[in-house]
């Protein structure tokens, strides 16, 4: 029977827990403890709901009876994590900013293991560097269906706060891995599906695959797509076609007309 979570109220922004919370806003400290915050009751709930039960919820004392952090506060309770009550200032120092949400989890960081990422359609990224556009594909492959997100090199972190922002609570839904190059390049080697790679020299029109699963959509840099090397690893090139004077897409656009392409068939 898992043992009901307590209550403390903090009113100092100074308070230790306050300083550790905070902390977590730098990816140093996100690595050293394993965890990482996530802002609002709605990323609260889908955490509870996913099974990913936070480790300590910090939330502005409830108003009323039906105040959302009320309702938040009783279900993280129930599946034993801590509730701190805390100050409008206790709040803005932990979140680092005017009028934050009523709400902030801290939660332990998961990465599945790349090998049991092979149903579906999985989405690689090659490098990433804006959390904005990592967090919109997490969220975008939850929203399509997709296997999970595997991270390819040094790339952002995908449990900082701006790309869990990003996710809309689809950061409790998609299975992340993460592989350094070598590590992907053997991955992709064993991998006995279609790896199909977005590129400029791409010849297919994407729209005229006929996709099946498993399958993988290999995407690449923000800045100049996929590397060489990792395009070597596709087993086709294709295109997005595009008909106005922009000569690219964003990464996160790219990546979800792709996979909705991918995907369609089994939507």
């Known amino acids: 029977m898992t043992r ?6 903090v009113t100092s922004p100074a308070n230790p827990l306050v300083k550790a919370a905070r902390a977590l806003h730098m990816r140093k400290n996100r690595a050293e403890t394993g965890l990482f915050l996530a802002e609002g009751a709605k990323l609260v709930r889908d955490a509870l709901a ?3 039960p936070p480790t300590m919820v910090f939330a502005r004392e ?17 599946a034993g994590g801590d509730i701190i009550f805390a100050s409008t200032a206790v709040m803005e120092k932990l979140a680092r900013r005017d009028n934050p949400q009523t709400v902030i989890g801290l939660f332990e960081q998961r990465f599945a293991d790349p090998k049991r990422l092979n149903k579906g359609t999985l989405v690689a990224i090659e490098e990433p560097r804006d959390a904005g556009n990592l967090g919109t594909i997490i969220r975008t492959v939850d929203g399509l269906g997709g296997a999970g997100v595997l991270l390819i090199g040094n790339t952002v972190d995908p449990f900082g706060v701006e790309a869990v922002r990003a996710t809309m609570g689809s950061i409790f839904h998609v299975p992340l891995a993460r592989l350094d190059r070598a590590a992907f390049t ?6 006995r599906h279609p790896i199909i790679g977005t590129h400029l020299c791409g010849t297919t ?7 099946s699963e498993p399958q993988m959509l290999l995407m690449g840099t923000e800045q100049s797509g996929l590397t060489d090397e ?15 004077t922009a000569d690219s897409f ?8 792709s996979l909705y392409e991918l995907r369609r068939p089994f939507l």
């Open 4 to 9: 009901a979570g307590t209550v403390k109220t």
């Open 50 to 52: 996913a099974g990913w």
């Open 62 to 78: 409830p108003a009323t009876d039906d105040d959302p952090a009320a309702d938040v506060a009783a279900k993280v309770r129930a």
């Open 186 to 191: 053997a991955f992709a080697k064993r991998y």
């Open 205 to 211: 029109d994407i729209r005229d695959l006929s996709p």
């Open 230 to 244: 990792a395009a070597a690893l596709a087993t086709m090139l294709t295109k997005i076609p595009m008909a106005g």
């Open 250 to 257: 964003n990464l996160a656009v790219a990546t979800a007309l």
